[in-house]
């Protein structure tokens, strides 16, 4: 029987699985089309781009969990954090979802220096919700200042590295820019 008090957590863990069950459904590989599941994955712009458990996007990923949690800290303070957790799971498993629409996967072609995107595997889009789950359980037992650095290193390292992020990624889908995008591209 499920405790009232576990039953946001059984709801999280159902909505994650779901996810999965659904980008399945819109016909999304379940792993990587060579065969191999690697823990990380560092290439950019390949076949095997974001089909692996972790890879250059799993800190955004990780940063939606922080954001999650101070925005649902700030505007549902009295709702359990259970229930928080439960919201912030929906809101990035409709992003995963709505990421792996055909619409979107050209989105980021015609926008972004990813123009080879084929989406995520379903393996990939679980792990970036599992991600958003490490990132919101860390906001939740980290001072707000060690949230809020963390957040800043992994946008700064991955700017460096490999001239995206998290601020680059919404920036291109939203208000393309043609400097930043010469600017990715390496120009």
């Not at 576990?6 to 659904?22: D, E, K, M, N, V």
């Not at 649902?72 to 995963?96: C, H």
Request: glycine share 10%.
């Amino acid at each position: 029987m499920v405790s009232r008090a576990s039953l946001p957590y059984w709801a999280t863990f159902l909505i994650t699985l779901a996810s999965g069950l659904i980008l399945f459904a819109m016909d999304r590989t379940l792993i990587s089309g060579s065969g191999n599941v690697w823990l990380w994955y560092g290439g950019l712009g390949t076949a095997e781009s974001n089909m692996h458990l972790t890879d250059w996007y799993t800190p955004s990923h990780l940063i939606h969990g922080f954001a999650f949690y101070g925005a649902l800290w700030l505007v549902a303070r009295r709702i359990g954090i259970g229930w928080r957790l439960v919201i912030a799971t929906l809101v990035e498993v409709g992003w995963e979802v709505l990421e792996n629409t055909d619409a979107v996967i050209e989105r980021y072609r015609n926008t972004t220096f990813s123009t080879d995107y084929i989406g995520d595997s379903v393996l990939n889009s679980s792990a970036d919700v599992v991600a958003m789950l490490i990132g919101f359980w860390l906001a939740r037992v980290l001072p707000v200042w060690v949230s809020v650095a963390i957040c800043v290193g992994f946008e700064v390292l991955t700017t460096v590295l490999i001239r995206d992020g998290l601020i680059l990624n919404v920036v291109m889908l939203l208000w393309p820019s043609e400097a930043i995008l010469q600017w990715q591209a390496g120009g």
